[in-house]
């Protein structure tokens, strides 16, 4: 199993989380309080899991509920560069329609509006 690895970054008015490893029960809640963290700057956020070789239900749940949460409180979007599989699993449980999902980095911060 790989350690999960996350390191943040802010450019161009955005947070970048590149998240290595495997996302699973037992380290979803890191990946969660990352995110919340990386939303409260009040800035985008990109959750690059490009790195990911696993995620259960637990690490998506993580994402989705950090999800609905920026969206409860009009803060700043979280957009997802998945892995193929991380984006297997996201396509398996529905959950593109709440996740945008981008192929890069270039795609995410296009997709951002101007600001």
């Known amino acids: 199993m790989s350690p999960l690895s996350i390191t943040s970054r802010t450019q161009e008015d955005t947070v970048t989380l590149t998240v290595t490893g ?3 029960l037992g380290n979803a809640e890191i990946l969660y309080k990352a995110l ?10 990109i959750a690059d899991l490009s790195g990911v070789g696993f995620i259960d239900s637990r690490g998506l749940g ?11 409180v009009a803060a700043a979007p ?3 560069i998945p892995s193929d599989p991380v984006a297997r699993v996201l396509e398996l449980a529905g959950a593109e329609g709440i996740l945008p999902v981008y192929r ?3 795609d995410a911060l296009a997709a951002l509006p101007a600001r």
């Open 36 to 45: 919340t963290e990386a939303l409260a700057q009040g800035a985008p956020v």
């Open 78 to 80: 979280i957009l997802v």
């Open 104 to 106: 890069d980095q270039a």
């Open 22 to 24: 495997e996302i699973d």
């Open 62 to 72: 993580a994402l989705v509920r950090a999800r609905h949460e920026a969206v409860a």
